[in-house]
């Protein structure tokens, strides 16, 4: 299991390259000097088609920033932390930032919590469900365990949010429930979503719990930042 504070950026599509800039000045020395900080990943859209059978096309965030940390007094000190609130008052105009605290936990074949492969699907529940703790317990007990058997799957994590920890300032997002799967290239995820695994999880979806929430479906690229935070 590892703590995160994730940091979705959202804006027009001319927000960009402000914002790619702003990473690099923000990566050294702010972000990556956050106490106890384990690894910092930065998700930006693929621009690449996703062939998931059973999403719509969305429009992603312009960026997604996960820190992780390995355990929850560090996540918490980083929010306690003046170097978190420095950076993000240095974003870009016209873009709109939240600041969500989030656990995650790691499942086959990835319970070890390696992170390697740089293409993942960013999946997000939001609130509500008619009984939120069932919608998290059946989601966990049937999707974990199904996504381990799409073909060339390299990692699955669940995400679950901390409501008690926020940043003054900054609103968060109402997650009732995270997922994401992992793949080493867009071709290996495309691949994996004409399988019969996709096909079971779709008939688990159509099984949860009564869910009135939004769910949201991102192909993402990810990269490691800061060549001194902890390995992938």
Known sequence: ????????????????????????????????ALPSLDRLDAYVPTGEESRDPYNRKEEAPL??????FASEAGLRAAFAAPALREALEALPEGVEAT?????????????????????SYVV?????AADEALFVRNYVDS???T?????????????FPLRDLALAGWPARDYLI????????VEAFNA????????????????????SGINSHFLMRRRRLGADVGEA
Do not use: K
């Not at 994996?192 to 719990?209: C, W």
């Open 124 to 128: 997000r529940y939001t609130r509500p």
């Open 178 to 185: 995270g997922n994401e799967v992992a793949f080493d290239s």
């Open 1 to 32: 299991m590892s703590w995160v504070c994730e940091v979705a950026v959202t804006g027009s599509p001319d927000r960009t390259a402000p914002l790619a800039a702003w990473l690099s000045r923000a990566e050294r020395p702010l972000l990556t």
């Open 147 to 159: 996504q381990a058997h799409l073909p060339g799957i390299r990692a699955v994590m669940c995400y």
């Open 63 to 68: 960026l997604l920033l996960v820190a992780a």
């Open 99 to 119: 600041v969500s605290a989030l656990s995650r936990t790691f499942y086959a074949p990835s319970q070890d919590g390696r992170l390697d492969a740089p293409v």
């Open 143 to 145: 999707h974990p365990s």
């Open 192 to 211: 994996a979503m004409l399988s019969p695994a996709r096909e079971e999880l779709r008939a688990h979806f159509r099984e949860f719990p009564a869910y």
